[in-house]
């Protein structure tokens, strides 16, 4: 079995001054597979990549996994979908639910990028124009390169994929944005790895649900999505840090 790595480009919410909004980078035998996609994103990895102490670029990430359509979580796309078709002329591989595919073209990024101007006259563009989706499933797993997602819907505003993500033997558990929810611990138990999330408000997690786990979850388990005033050194479980990189 060989590890696949996480860089963990972001930890915070949407409303943090400290940090940049919860997005992680998973990579595999030269594969990059980006979990959700906060605004000014080539900016969001390249200080990750800093404090990691490794270069990460936007031309070696051509599939992105968008978790639910919070802007925290997806108002980078347009960014980086415009970046894709005019400098890299190529188009972007939009991974995510038939629930987030059915809003995101329509209700998200219609507006901004269906028309273009080529100097001369506009061009009528389409969601195909610029992506390729790539759906998930909540009944089976699907491959994306070489990672094998499973996906399960959480409890949240909106549908929302929580992940199992596995790689070389080894497995990744990703609560993405959720109220507590016991079945969604059972789905992640079994993971090498853990990252859930913690926020205030009831479509989110309290830390003390999280704190009041068996401990032998809670040693595999790392915070993400917390709130500036979450005290991480006090923290019975261990809170991830940006630019901080884990083998799974």
């Given at each position: 079995m060989s590890a696949f790595e996480l860089v963990a480009l972001g930890v915070g919410d949407t409303f943090s001054e400290r940090h940049h909004p919860t997005c992680l980078l998973l990579t595999y035998e030269g594969f990059h597979l980006a979990i959700d996609c906060p605004d000014m994103y080539r900016r969001v990895?390249?200080?990750?990549?800093?404090?990691?102490?490794?270069?990460?670029?936007?031309?070696?990430?051509?599939?992105?996994?968008?978790?639910?359509?919070?802007?925290?979580h997806m108002n980078?796309?347009?960014?980086?979908a415009f970046y894709k078709h005019f400098v890299e002329q190529r188009p972007l591989h939009l991974v995510t639910s038939p629930e987030v595919r059915s809003v995101i073209w329509d209700q998200r990024l219609r507006a901004p990028m269906e028309r273009l101007w080529n100097g001369h006259a506009f061009r009528e563009m389409s969601f195909e124009d610029y992506f390729r989706f790539e759906p998930l499933s909540w009944t089976?797993?699907?491959?994306?390169?070489?990672?094998?997602?499973?996906?399960?819907?959480?409890?949240?505003?909106?549908?929302?994929?929580?992940?199992?993500?596995?790689?070389?033997?080894?497995?990744l558990g990703y609560s993405a944005?959720?109220?507590?929810?016991?079945t969604l611990i059972e789905f992640l138990a079994d993971a090498d790895?853990?990252?859930?999330?913690?926020n205030l408000g009831p479509a989110h997690t309290?830390?003390?649900d999280l704190a009041?786990?068996?401990?032998?979850?809670?040693?595999?388990?790392?915070?993400v999505h917390y709130p500036d005033e979450f005290d991480v050194q006090e923290s019975t479980i261990v809170g991830l840090e940006e630019g901080q990189v884990l083998r799974v």
């Amino acid at each position: 079995m060989s590890a696949f790595e996480l860089v963990a480009l972001g930890v915070g919410d949407t409303f943090s001054e400290r940090h940049h909004p919860t997005c992680l980078l998973l990579t595999y035998e030269g594969f990059h597979l980006a979990i959700d996609c906060p605004d000014m994103y080539r900016r969001v990895i390249l200080e990750a990549g800093q404090r990691a102490s490794r270069e990460l670029s936007l031309s070696t990430i051509d599939h992105v996994l968008i978790t639910h359509v919070h802007g925290d979580h997806m108002n980078g796309l347009e960014g980086v979908a415009f970046y894709k078709h005019f400098v890299e002329q190529r188009p972007l591989h939009l991974v995510t639910s038939p629930e987030v595919r059915s809003v995101i073209w329509d209700q998200r990024l219609r507006a901004p990028m269906e028309r273009l101007w080529n100097g001369h006259a506009f061009r009528e563009m389409s969601f195909e124009d610029y992506f390729r989706f790539e759906p998930l499933s909540w009944t089976k797993e699907v491959s994306v390169g070489p990672f094998r997602v499973r996906a399960r819907q959480t409890r949240h505003h909106v549908p929302t994929s929580a992940l199992l993500i596995e790689a070389g033997g080894r497995t990744l558990g990703y609560s993405a944005d959720t109220a507590f929810d016991p079945t969604l611990i059972e789905f992640l138990a079994d993971a090498d790895l853990i990252l859930h999330e913690t926020n205030l408000g009831p479509a989110h997690t309290a830390y003390a649900d999280l704190a009041a786990l068996p401990a032998e979850i809670r040693d595999r388990m790392r915070l993400v999505h917390y709130p500036d005033e979450f005290d991480v050194q006090e923290s019975t479980i261990v809170g991830l840090e940006e630019g901080q990189v884990l083998r799974v």
